[in-house]
């Protein structure tokens, strides 16, 4: 099998012409497609419908193409997209190939991806065990259909799941439900976190006894160092894409990653790019940067309202939400050492990453 990753510019959440500008190149087999993570122009909270309208004009691209329906599509092909693109971040969208086909020489280990969805979650579940079980398996599944051998061989694993309006919680409760909470937005962040304990159990990061209800965000010892989750009212299940190394995969593209301890964290970053062969000093040159062909991060506001003893405001503020001031500070942390703004950068980190922290996983072409 072989992996391949392209990432194309968004001028707006319509936009697919870069796609479909490379089918009709025959530079992308739509076919092969297997996933697409991106980030669009909305808020990244409950409301951003921006995230559904790209999934629905991709899917009807590649159904098209492939004369086949667009909701066939969806159901085949993990769409993530998460909104919020501030200060220097730049919309776009990352599409993943798979060649069943292509050989490996063994030899060396090149980037694999599997890919997985759980079934149909209610408001009820999120934040639930039955959400985290749910996960947790989808993710092994996907592990096992990318031929990863070992969980440390696992370095990206982007998960995409459920979000609910205030309608969907009071359904809920009509018909005896119980949600985690009733407020949508928080609603959001119980899913993240079940869905990283899921992770962290099926990695074998935490013991599974360590994966339980009762963990969800209040446990912060317990996380898992590659995933990364996002929710919105786009989708009904947990979308999941596994990103690793293994040797019966081939192809000119490998992935590593390392854990971001705080929002000032650059030198997970810059020994990350080292770690690639890449050069910060402290940026990367615009020859080397070229090399990356995908880059994804994960952070929040620290919960104590601090950073390295100092106070910050992001999580006071009624204006604006603290992902949308976390997204732009950390973004524009990582965009200036890697030199590229196509940065998915993604708040919201509960259980993903050290507490107040967060991950970085980079996707690059090998040195030659």
């Not at 009709?24 to 991106?38: F, S």
Request: charged share 20%; glycine share 10%.
């Amino acid at each position: 099998m072989r992996a391949d990753v392209h990432r194309f510019s968004l001028k707006d959440p319509s936009d697919v012409s870069g796609l479909n500008e490379a089918i009709e190149k025959g530079d992308i087999d739509p076919g092969k497609i297997v996933a697409v993570i991106g980030k669009t122009h909305g808020n990244g909270l409950v409301n951003d419908y921006t995230r559904g309208y790209l999934t629905l004009c991709l899917s009807q691209l590649i159904g098209g193409r492939m004369g086949v329906s667009a909701e066939s599509v969806r159901k085949r092909v993990p769409f993530v997209f998460s909104g919020g693109v501030e200060g220097v971040l730049s919309p776009h969208y990352v599409v993943f190939m798979v060649d069943p086909d292509a050989d490996a020489s063994g030899e060396e280990k090149s980037l694999a991806i599997g890919v997985a969805f759980t079934p149909e979650l209610s408001p009820s579940d999120v934040g639930r065990q039955r959400q985290i079980d749910a996960t947790a398996e989808a993710v092994s599944q996907a592990v096992t259909s990318a031929g990863i051998e070992s969980p440390d061989d696992v370095h990206f694993v982007q998960v995409k799941g459920p979000a609910f309006t205030t309608d969907d919680i009071v359904a809920a409760g009509n018909a005896s439900l119980t949600c985690a909470t009733e407020n949508p937005g928080k609603l959001m962040g119980f899913g993240r976190a079940a869905s990283a304990l899921g992770v962290a159990k099926a990695l074998r990061e935490i013991p599974a006894n360590e994966a339980l209800e009762a963990a969800v965000l209040h446990n912060f010892d317990a996380y898992s160092s590659v995933a990364s989750v996002s929710a919105g009212v786009e989708v009904r299940v947990n979308e999941i894409i596994v990103a690793g190394l293994s040797r019966t995969w081939s192809g000119p593209l490998t992935i590593a990653h390392r854990a971001i301890k705080d929002a000032l964290d650059i030198d997970s970053v810059t020994d990350l790019a080292r770690d690639l062969g890449l050069s910060p000093g402290p940026q990367v040159p615009a020859a080397q940067a070229r090399r990356i062909r995908a880059a994804f991060v994960k952070c929040e506001a620290q919960r104590d309202g601090t950073i390295r003893g100092r106070r910050h405001t992001m999580l006071n503020d009624g204006d604006i939400d603290q992902q949308r001031h976390i997204r732009g500070a950390v973004g524009a942390i990582v965009a200036a050492v890697l030199n590229d703004t196509a940065l998915f950068v993604s708040g919201g980190a509960e259980h993903q990453g050290p507490d107040g922290g967060g991950l970085i996983a980079l996707i690059v072409e090998k040195m030659i």
